[in-house]
Structures are given as C-alpha cells and as structure tokens.
C-alpha cells in the first residue's frame, strides 16, 4: 500500500529585510514534507507574477519540488526603484533568498535555480561562487553590452548609469569554467539574446551540462508548444539533480 501525503499543497507570501530595501516572494510548497525546491529569477524588466514563473510553479510543485518566486528591488511587489537596480544588487538579493531558503524548515537540502534572461546571467555568477545542484537557465545572454543593444531605447532610459558602470565588472567568459549541471533553453526566434549566445556559454561550462533550441521560441518563450517544451525539459533537468 502506497503511503499517503498528510501535507497540503500552499503558497504563502515572504518578505526579506535588506537595509535599504524589502523583497518580497512566494513560497510554494507540495504536498511532502521537506522536499527539494528551486529559485527562480525573473528578467529586467520582469516581475516573480509573469505567467512564466506561474507556470514554472504549477508544474514543479505538481513534481514534489516547491517554488520560491521573488521580485528583484524595483520590480513587481518589492520595494525600490528599476532606475537602482544592478547586477551587483540583483546577486545580493539572490543571496539574501537563498539564505532565507536554506534556514526553512520546511525545505530540504537540495536545491536549482531557474532564472530567465538577466535572470539567468545573475544565477550564473552566483553559482560561480556557491554550490547549486541543478540550474536551468532561459534565453540568458552571454555578452550583456551587445544584448543591451537589442532593448528598446526607452526601457534603458529607465536605468541610471549606474546599472552599466556596475555590469563593466562582469564578465561572463571569466567564471564558466567554474560551472556545472547546467541546461541552457535558447529560443532560435530571440531578438533580444541571440541564440549564438546559449552555444557560447554551453561551450565555456563542464559536463554535465545541456542545450535545447526552441525553433519557435521567442525571448520570453510565449509560444505555446516551445514554452510547455521548455518547462518540462527544465523539470526533468533538475528531477535528475535534486531528488
């Protein structure tokens, strides 16, 4: 006889306190107790609220991991201009989730990040320096300077200098080596990351790692077949990481 879960499925707010700043995310929990969960990271301009990340939740909490979606500073619930935000910032605020990740009781261990676009490019630095069992990254750019040539102009008008003073200090090329257990979701219809960017980053990392192109996919991956797609490949990626 299978043994039943006593624990129901929920989703509950959370806020982290930064000195200058609050973070605000949801938690998703499955049904099981202390199970592994992954982090996901929005882009720019985006917000934890975009169906994407929705969706991300729904599917992976539905497969016994739970979910932790947050706004960056600026961006949807949390406090904070767009205008401050860096990536600087953006990796502190990862951190601070992580932490707050990893001292709840009703998480497991293991964990994955899943981050899109400038999400994905900040998940990156920090799994250069911290350990993550699984990542999964979308439509993530591999040069940031000749991405920002592809955003509309009046959306960088939002952002003050100091967002491209601060990105001078990273450079991606430079901590790949230091990364592993990596899929990369690249749509080949992008025209803010192009897809050549996935192929150089997959090239830079270490085994295991993967790539999947998404013929139909758009940057934020709204067709419908190549978003499904997108989400259950990512799933099965960290299935085999984090269980």
């Known amino acids: 006889m299978q043994k039943q879960n006593i624990l129901e499925a929920s989703e509950a707010p959370f806020k982290i306190r930064l000195p200058d700043r609050i973070i605000q995310g949801a938690l998703h929990l499955p049904g099981s107790k202390n199970p592994p969960y992954v982090i996901t990271c929005h882009g720019l301009f985006s917000t934890m609220e975009s169906d994407k990340f929705t969706a991300i939740a729904d599917a992976f909490t539905a497969a016994d991991i739970a979910i932790i979606r947050f706004d960056f500073s600026g961006c949807g619930k949390s406090s904070g201009k767009i205008s401050d935000t860096t990536i600087s910032r953006r990796i502190e605020e990862l951190e601070k989730v992580v932490d707050f990740s990893k001292n709840h009781p009703a998480l497991g261990k293991k964990f994955g990040i899943l981050g899109s676009s400038l999400g994905g490019y900040v998940s990156l630095f920090f799994a250069s320096k911290n350990h993550v069992d699984s990542l999964s990254v979308w439509a993530t750019p591999y040069d940031l300077a000749e991405t920002c040539k592809n955003i509309p102009e009046n959306d960088l008008k939002m952002l003050n200098q100091s967002f491209f003073d601060d990105a001078l200090k990273y ?72 269980n």
Not at 211 to 234: M, P, Q, T, V, Y
């Open 171 to 242: 450079n991606l090329s430079s901590i790949l080596t230091k990364i592993n257990n990596l899929q990369i979701v690249q749509g080949k219809k992008d025209l803010t990351v192009p897809w050549q960017h996935a192929e150089k980053i997959y090239r830079s990392v270490n085994p295991p790692k993967k790539i999947l192109f998404l013929e139909e996919g758009d940057h934020s991956i709204s067709e419908k077949h190549a978003r499904k797609k997108a989400l259950n490949e990512s799933l099965n990626w960290i299935l085999k990481s984090i």
